[in-house]
């Protein structure tokens, strides 16, 4: 972990100093979770109320960072989109005030600094050999915020190390002094002479009043395991407020109105922290639902409308009441008489179409014509109102069902019944997206959500984990990434997609990739005349004493074969006795120098002990001759003096001395998915951790099988395709691999 320390360029007593906001939250505050925010709003223009959107704009960065949820890229955009639309309403609002806003969000959390800015705004980081400017050129200040085009957000990401300095300002620094004067400054800055440093700028600038901050990272002294801070319950993500809810469609967010949010103080020109306020979460935009009666109101309006309209139509197109038609003449022959019927043979007459309908005949078609269409519209229009309201009526019924369920689950958790809770919680949130699929989203059914997911949250004591935006490794599409072993600064991961063992190394703080050296072995190989079949597991051997000099990594493939490797010998073939009685071993781990294979088919474990060469002596038998054991669909084994086995139906098996031990993991925490993998804790009073891919989560256990908490990402979709676990109790860290990356978080306590 490293501590921050700061020097400001400007004095208390100006009130330009504001234009920085330096939020450190204490270690046993709530805050801390999220690390320390620092914040540089350069305002342009004159208004009557300047300093007012000043602190406005700081509110908004500083709430929109503790309280929204999200990966830190996506707060960070999200906090100066909030801005943005907040200025711009006070320019729109009042005619006399046009102001623009350069904006530089910086947060840093668990070792990591990520940068975000739009407009002006000038950051310098000076890390071992190297000084980087964000953003990376002044084109990026050609668009402030404020304005009627949204802004263009530029992210920046660093690894924190030990002696890094960061310079935070206003973009008139690049006019008033030259960045190699700037920039061969800060590169010499040290946590002692930092406000020296801020003497000489102050100088070289001849003292002119711009607004600018000097930070300097020091890596804090403490044991091998670094400290982890305790996350409070029931504020998995976010800071005093209920996590976002994920299971209703997305909502379109206003700013507050400035009125309306209480201020909050700018940091001092010091290094001492910043108390975190609080503030009020902005409220959000409803969307309305007209009523059946209102729709109803309105369909009858309509065929008023219609019907005198007809009525006009007709007044035209139909005669008066009691009018009579004209009276046409007669016609009358002229020509030549006829000779008598009987004298001329009898003749069919051509056909002729009748005559085109005249007068009221006509107009009476006409208007039938008009009439049927809109009758039928009208029709329509009543049957939909009637499903409509009975729509509207069976999502109000679900709605109240699932607010019946909440108060039954509520008062379970007063009686300590937490099955009971869960269950009545999974059944409310059902019954409310049932509600929202059929009439849409509502203030009831919204806040009902809101609680729900907070209860279920609590319950559940779920935890997130917040530098999960910096992986070690991004996999390719084609891989299929099954398990991760590290020891110390070597990751060997197992890919059964291309069927292959990559191998990558670490820098010390397990915090970058400083190598990656491709497969050391993979299907086809040929090592010492064996040829590598296909990949099945891999496991650690330390070193022992007598056997075997060095550290390996130990691979298994279908073909019952054991291949070690390391950087020094490459891949070697591990001798066997008795290899041609192995059936289908699926799985391999080691324990005090000792091999164990799980031999599905005949539903044993081997146990070789180090003999020889290789193990050279017949392999026990572990399980006792009475014990049962099932070792189909097993999916991974562990080992701490007793041996444990995670099967694919989500069950944990405990074996001692080659008996089983009555276990069972508490059910309340939902094992309904898939389990992948486990990482378990050497020491008796150890944790185990469970991933649950199917729904991106890791459960955590003790070894009594009692529930102690989930860690989920911050991030919805980090954890999606949760594969492999490790745990490195030396260091602390808990790997996590996923279909896409491999991630090293501090191990949560």
Excluded at 44 to 68: H, K
Excluded at 321 to 332: D, L, R
Excluded at 508 to 529: F, T
Excluded at 634 to 653: K, P, R, Y
Aim: charged letters at 20%; glycine letters at 6%; one cysteine or more.
């Amino acid at each position: 972990m490293f501590d921050s320390f700061l020097a400001f360029f400007l004095d208390d007593d100006d009130s330009r100093s504001r234009g920085i906001r330096a939020v450190e939250p204490e270690p046993e505050e709530a805050q801390a979770q999220r690390g320390n925010f620092y914040a540089l709003v350069e305002l342009m223009g004159e208004s009557p109320v300047r300093s007012q959107a000043l602190d406005d704009i700081q509110s908004i960065l500083q709430q929109t960072y503790y309280t929204a949820g999200g990966s830190l890229s996506t707060i960070l955009e999200q906090a100066i989109q909030n801005a943005h639309t907040s200025l711009a309403a006070l320019n729109k609002r009042s005619p006399a005030t046009d102001l623009r806003a350069g904006i530089l969000c910086v947060a840093v959390v668990q070792n990591h600094l990520m940068m975000a800015s739009a407009g002006p705004g000038l950051a310098l980081l000076a890390t071992a050999g190297r000084l980087d400017q964000f953003p990376p050129d002044p084109s990026y200040f050609a668009n402030p915020i404020g304005g009627a085009n949204p802004p263009t957000i530029a992210i920046y990401r660093h690894q924190v190390q030990d002696g890094d300095v960061f310079f935070l300002g206003e973009s008139d620094w690049i006019l008033i002094t030259n960045v190699k004067t700037l920039g061969g400054a800060i590169v010499n800055t040290t946590r002692l002479n930092r406000f020296d440093v801020v003497d000489y700028l102050r100088q070289q600038s001849n003292h002119t009043q711009i607004p600018g901050m000097l930070m300097v990272f020091h890596q804090r002294p403490g044991p091998a395991t670094p400290p982890v801070q305790t996350l409070p319950r029931g504020l998995p993500t976010s800071v005093s407020a209920p996590p976002p809810v994920h299971s209703l469609p997305p909502e379109d967010e206003y700013t507050q109105p400035a009125a309306q949010r209480p201020p909050v103080q700018a940091a001092a020109a010091t290094s001492r922290p910043v108390a975190l306020k609080r503030t009020v979460v902005a409220p959000k935009n409803s969307q309305e639902r007209i009523s059946p009666k209102v729709i109803g109101q309105r369909l009858a309006e309509a065929a008023a409308r219609t019907g005198g309209w007809l009525k006009g139509v007709a007044a035209k197109m139909l005669p008066e009441a009691g009018s009579q038609p004209p009276t046409e003449n007669p016609p009358t022959w002229v020509g030549s008489v006829p000779e008598p019927e009987a004298a001329i043979p009898h003749r069919v007459p051509p056909f002729t179409p009748p005559s085109p309908t005249r007068g009221s005949r006509a107009r009476l078609f006409i208007l039938l014509a008009v009439l049927i269409p809109l009758l039928a519209f009208a029709t329509v229009g009543i049957l939909n109102l009637r499903e409509g309201a009975a729509t509207q009526a069976e999502g109000v019924k679900l709605v109240d069902q699932a607010e019946a369920q909440l108060a039954k689950a509520e008062q379970a958790l007063t009686l300590g019944d937490k099955a009971a809770a869960r269950s009545a919680l999974n059944d409310a949130q059902r019954y409310l997206n049932e509600a929202v699929a059929l009439i849409g989203i509502s203030d009831r059914s919204r806040e009902l959500s809101q609680r729900i997911r907070t209860e279920l949250q609590k319950l559940m004591n779920v935890r997130s984990l917040y530098s999960l935006d910096f992986p070690l490794v991004e996999f390719s599409p084609d891989t299929s990434p099954h398990r991760v072993i590290v020891f110390d600064q070597e990751v060997y991961v197992l890919d059964i997609g291309r069927q292959m063992v990559e191998h990558f190394r670490t820098d010390p703080g397990r915090a970058v990739v400083e190598e990656r050296s491709g497969p050391v072995l993979q299907e086809g190989d040929v090592v010492e005349g064996v040829t590598v079949g296909r990949l099945v597991d891999i496991a650690w051997q330390p070193r022992i004493p007598g056997f075997a000099d060095k550290a390996s990594l130990l691979i298994l493939d279908r073909n019952n074969n054991v291949f070690r490797y390391n950087r020094v010998d490459e891949a070697t073939v591990v001798r066997l006795a008795d290899a041609a009685q192995l059936q289908s071993i699926a799985q391999l781990e080691t324990y005090n120098g000792r091999l164990y294979l799980a031999d599905e088919q005949r539903n044993q474990i081997l146990r070789y002990s180090p003999a020889g060469l290789g193990y050279d002596e017949p392999p026990d038998l572990w399980f006792d001759p009475q014990v049962q054991a099932n070792l189909a669909g097993m999916v991974a084994l562990a080992i701490d003096s007793d041996i444990w086995l995670l099967m694919e139906n989500g069950t944990l098996l405990r074996y001692s001395q080659g008996r089983q031990l009555p276990f069972s993991l508490d059910t309340s925490a939902g094992l309904t998915g898939r389990l992948s993998d486990m990482a378990l804790s050497g020491a008796p009073e150890g944790r185990i951790y469970l991933a649950d891919g199917s729904q991106d989560r890791i459960l955590v256990f003790d070894k009594l099988g009692n529930y102690i908490e989930q860690l989920q990402a911050a991030e919805s979709n980090a954890l999606q395709g949760l594969r492999g676990l490790y745990l490195d109790e030396v260091s602390g860290t808990l790997f996590i691999l996923t279909q896409t990356s491999l991630y090293a978080h501090p191990l949560p306590n």
